[in-house]
């Protein structure tokens, strides 16, 4: 079974750009997986940042993009604040009505 | 605005059957674009997609659960259910019900606040 993987951990400086990635154990992401993105705080339910590659959802900053580079999707948070301090899951589309979650990044702002 | 909202028990003997409910509310389970998903989370873990229903009762889930996992749709009563069986502890989780929107893409776009279920005796 193909795994979505992503960086279990990532760090930024406040104000800084950070690009967390979303890639397949075997074959690269494209479009057609419809990457989107979701931003999780502890004891909260998540919260959609980004849906079909790079649309933002209703409300979400546009510090906030999404892209494909390379062979992985790609979020990516242009000066960073102390609040995207969060865990991050991509999903992908696998086909045949599956969709996967990728393991998460906990993304540490300091 | 479209709120969904889980219930049932919180607590679940192993090697029974874990049930539970989410209530639509803001809007219809019927709406043509939209697919009714269960998301569970393991304490300090990350999200597993559990299955997806439409609510012509067409459903998809996940391979891994497949076999002890039943997700079936209320039109009457705006509501949808998942039921797994045969749980242990490794069943411990939030479990979220979520409305996935699958029309020209696949995205979860609302989310219900989450219910902790553990199995245990």
């Excluded at chain 1, 940042?49 to 999707?73: E, H």
């Excluded at chain 1, 996967?100 to 300091?110: N, Q, S």
């Excluded at chain 2, 502890?89 to 020209?104: E, F, K, N, P």
């Amino acid at each position: 079974q193909t795994v979505v993987t992503q960086e279990p951990s990532f760090s930024v400086s406040p104000g800084g750009t950070v690009t967390l990635t979303c890639g397949l154990s075997s074959g690269s992401v494209s479009t057609s997986y419809y990457p989107s993105w979701y931003q999780q705080t502890p004891g909260q339910a998540p919260r959609t940042l980004i849906y079909s590659t790079n649309s933002r959802s209703s409300g979400v900053p546009d510090r906030f993009s999404g892209s494909i580079l390379g062979n992985k999707a790609a979020l990516t948070i242009t000066g960073a604040q102390a609040d995207d301090q969060s865990d991050y899951y991509c999903v992908l589309y696998m086909g045949s009505g599956i969709v996967v979650f990728g393991g998460g990044t906990k993304l540490t702002v300091l | 605005q479209l709120q969904l909202q889980e219930s049932g028990p919180g607590l679940v003997k192993p090697s029974e059957t874990l049930s539970l409910t989410c209530t639509v509310s803001g809007g219809s389970i019927s709406s043509s674009s939209s697919y009714w998903d269960w998301i569970r989370q393991p304490p300090g873990k990350g999200l597993e997609w559990i299955g997806s229903i439409y609510y012509n009762g067409g459903a998809y889930y996940n391979p891994s659960l497949k076999s002890r996992v039943t997700i079936s749709v209320d039109t009457s009563k705006n509501q949808f259910s998942l039921k797994l069986s045969s749980v242990t502890a490794a069943d411990t989780a939030v479990y979220y019900c979520a409305r996935l929107v699958r029309s020209g893409t696949y995205f979860i776009d609302y989310w219900g606040q989450g219910t902790l279920v553990t199995v245990s005796s």
